[in-house]
């Protein structure tokens, strides 16, 4: 079956600064790949997805990038704010017919100092 | 966009009973639900995928006695954890894909504490 690893399980920053979580995945048939954020005491949202058709997808200050033959994907925050500190979680999975069950990684937590 | 309710969000209860836990589709319907369950600061840990008119399917290391799971309706998913004891305390959370992407959505977790 698949495995995520992700890297680092913290991170710590400097309001301002650029954070980076890198994840790779093994299973090469997997073809969506989500990034959820959650929030203490909260549940976790997704914040930004990309498909295996696309090498880097960008949403304001949020961009993920994608290598397929590598099998890494990574989560880029430029400009952090106090609200961006949560764990976020990658996750990759095979879609197909509709459905797909999603492997998530251990989780990052990123804090981010005012 | 879709939203996932779970009820209850916190609950305790003593040793050797049996809880109930409700994850409900409110606007969209799930023929798959996904139980998880969450340790402080992990990740969240697959249980089981809840398949609507059909038995769930357990991963591995999952006690399908102890948690048992029933997926009567496309709106309603439920875990029930039996004859529960503390080392079953923990955080237990729901998703559902959405209904055209592949995006899911949480439920809002509940949290167990067996006394």
């Known amino acids: 079956g698949e495995n995520v690893e992700q890297h680092p399980s913290t991170l710590s920053v400097q309001e301002g600064d650029s954070a980076v979580i890198k994840c790779t995945y093994s299973?090469?048939?997997?073809?969506?790949f989500p990034w959820y954020k959650q929030e203490l005491g909260k549940r976790p949202q997704l914040i930004i997805d990309?498909?295996?058709?696309?090498g880097e997808k960008k949403d304001q200050r949020i961009a993920v990038t994608l290598n397929k033959t590598a099998k890494h994907f990574s989560l880029h925050i430029t400009e952090t704010q106090p609200e961006d500190s949560a764990v976020y979680f990658c996750?990759?999975?095979?879609?197909?017919?509709?459905?797909?069950?999603?492997?998530f990684g251990r989780g990052t937590s990123l804090i981010v100092h005012p | 966009g879709a939203v996932v309710s779970q009820h209850p969000s916190w609950v305790i209860c003593k040793s050797g009973t049996s809880v109930k836990i409700e994850c409900r589709s409110l606007?969209?319907?799930?023929?798959?639900m996904f139980w998880y369950r969450q340790f402080p600061k992990q990740s969240l840990m697959l249980m089981a995928t809840?398949?609507?008119?059909?038995?769930?399917?357990?991963e591995q290391g999952v006690e399908k006695d102890k948690f048992l799971i029933n997926h009567a309706s496309l709106t309603l998913s439920t875990l029930t954890v039996t004859s529960a004891h503390p080392e079953d305390s923990s955080f237990y959370i729901c998703?559902?894909?959405?209904?055209?992407?592949?995006?899911?959505?949480f439920g809002e977790g509940s949290r167990l504490t067996v006394l």
């Open positions: 299973d090469s048939a997997s073809n969506y």
């Open positions: 606007d969209f319907q799930a023929t798959t």
């Open positions: 996750a990759a999975s095979e879609a197909s017919g509709g459905s797909y069950i999603p492997t």
């Open positions: 809840s398949n609507e008119g059909s038995k769930a399917t357990y």
């Open positions: 998703s559902a894909p959405g209904p055209n992407t592949g995006e899911l959505f």
């Open positions: 990309i498909r295996s058709n696309v």
